[in-house]
């Protein structure tokens, strides 16, 4: 069988990329008007006065009270006396107000989506324990934060090994040109939180991300209460320290407890304690991929309607005795639908659909570069998101 011979990687330095910048003409960036930018944009952050964004689903915009009379949004206010310094957290970034900030290069910036307390900046903290977390509100606002050089990194979640997979990662992860340079997987321990002094057995109430409320389903069952969602598990901390409702609870992790100023009253009140995550670390340049230790490789492609073409293409693979840790299938939005007409009968409509894979080998292995010239044959389009050592530690 004859092997077309495909170029996988394409690395270069900073250096090369500025020597090289005639042969790309998207590339108009000035430094000298970059720098420009940043002053101004600092001095409209300095002229802009601080607020707190707060994005909770539409169902919660109503404050959490025992009356219904009410019906202003839910706002942040000063804590009252739980947490005195919860103002001066860092506010997230949104995708339409990113400036960009100083960095000496004494520390990586790892940006997240969600506030400080969230499992994402958990996972950041484990990746680069010295690191300076930048939360954001959205997932779109962590890519272009590392788009537009105002962090290093970004850690997103990608999967959860009881909810499953995190689709909008998956559909932003092609979308946009990031690399795939590291994973971490992160053991997910869900707390009881409550303002100060309350019982357990008080509460009538509890806020937290919807998958959170999922996972604690048996012990919220049993203490009768009221599930109200909130766009992540560290937003429902906070929500729960400002408004300061004995009633009210929260599902969060015990970090968020300490940055909040509330009370653990229950510990691992998960269904499943085997309750993991797994992050993926993303960066503007792929990592040099080697051998000195387990590697992953991420890739997605498409193929031609036919019978066993999906096997096929699994087949280059187990071939190679490489084995897939991991395979999604997603839907192309922009050729949702395929028509062909193959017969006398009339057309025939497919839905066309987008193929991740991970598969547990490195770049630098001549096997990985044969399977992926392989699969190419009969792909019509393949691209390979990273190459990045495997995190066997929990």
Known sequence: MALKAVPIWVCFSQ???????????????????????????LKLKLAQPERSQIHVDDDEKK????????TEETQITESKGFHKDLNSLPK???????????????KVRVAYQGLPGAYSEA???????????????????????????????????IENSVGGSIHRNYDLLLRH????????????????????????????RVLSHPQALDQ????????????????????????????????????ASSRAAEIYGLDILAQTIQDD?????????????????????????????????GPGVLFKALAVFALREINLSKIESRPQRKRPL??????????????????????????????????????????RFLRVLGCYPMDTTL
């Open 216 to 251: 604690c389903e048996i012990a919220l069952n049993k203490l009768g209460v009221m599930r109200v969602s909130a766009e992540d598990t560290a937003l429902a901390a906070q929500i729960v320290a400002s408004e300061g409702i004995r009633e009210t609870g929260a599902v």
């Open 92 to 106: 997230p970034l949104s995708a339409t107000d990113l400036v960009s900030s100083g960095n000496d290069g004494s």
């Open 63 to 70: 404050p959490l009270t025992s009356t219904d009379s009410k």
């Open 273 to 305: 304690l085997g309750n993991v995550t797994r992050f993926l670390i993303l960066a503007r340049e792929p990592i040099i991929p080697g051998t000195d230790k387990p590697h992953k490789t991420s890739i997605v492609f498409t193929l031609e309607e």
């Open 338 to 379: 395929r028509i062909v007409d193959d017969s006398n009968k009339g057309s025939a409509k497919y839905f066309d659909y987008l193929f991740y894979i991970d598969f547990e080998a490195s770049m630098a292995e001549p096997r990985a570069q044969y399977a992926l010239a392989h699969l190419q044959e009969f792909s």
């Open 15 to 41: 250096s090369d990329f500025v020597q090289n910048k005639k042969q790309l003409p998207n590339f108009r960036v000035s430094f000298a008007k970059l720098r420009k930018w940043e002053c101004l944009a």
């Open 123 to 157: 996972a950041a903290l484990k990746a680069y324990p010295k690191c300076e977390t930048v939360p954001c509100d959205q997932f779109e606002s962590v890519f272009k934060a590392v788009e537009l050089w105002l962090v290093d990194k970004a850690v997103l979640p």
């Open 177 to 204: 040109r990031l690399h795939i340079v590291g994973e971490v997987q992160l053991t997910v321990n869900h707390c009881l939180l409550g303002v100060p002094g309350v019982r357990k057995e008080e509460l009538k």
